[in-house]
């Protein structure tokens, strides 16, 4: 299927929300906002988290956005608000060829970092959970982001766009 993303849900355990292994982010440096950030979660991602209950997708952005988003039928959302911003990095599978991330991701991202092996996300919970479907990639919208990704010690191929 390439008309959208796919998620991080195998067919075993369907869900869309999949925390982000902290020394990922931690190697990116400080977030202001993580706008779909889980009510339950083992760690902090950004100064600022917004869950399911605020509706991060209708609110106010402010500052550098941390966003992985909800895998599924509105990961193009997520990313086109992300871009809108331009201050940003999103974590999402490398679906390259799908017509959400032409529109998202290949016409308006800065760079990318496509990580080097598929990474373990965790549950909501803390505890690791197996490696992702897929292979994942490190969206950066903004200057700033671009060089967060060359100056990050995460494994991977950063592309300029």
């Not at 979660?41 to 956005?65: C, E, K, M, Q, Y």
């Not at 197996?130 to 191929?157: F, M, W």
Request: include cysteine.
């Amino acid at each position: 299927m390439t008309s959208g993303m796919s998620g991080h849900e195998s067919p075993v355990a369907q869900k869309e929300e999949w925390l982000t292994p902290p020394s990922i982010v931690e190697s990116l440096g400080a977030f202001d906002l993580d706008p779909c950030s889980p009510v339950n979660r083992p760690w902090s991602t950004a100064s600022n988290h917004l869950t399911i209950f605020d509706d991060g997708l209708s609110v106010p952005w402010s500052g550098r956005v941390w966003c992985n988003p909800p895998y599924g039928k509105k990961t193009e959302v997520w990313l086109d608000r992300l871009a809108n911003h331009g201050n940003g990095i999103a974590l999402i599978f490398a679906r390259t060829e799908t017509r959400a991330f032409f529109k998202t991701v290949w016409d308006r991202a800065d760079a990318l970092l496509f990580l080097k092996g598929r990474i373990r996300f965790h549950h909501v919970t803390g505890e690791q959970a197996a490696s992702a479907g897929a292979p994942s990639v490190l969206v950066a919208y903004g200057q700033n982001n671009v060089e967060a990704l060359r100056n990050s010690d995460i494994e991977g191929k950063l592309v300029k766009l």
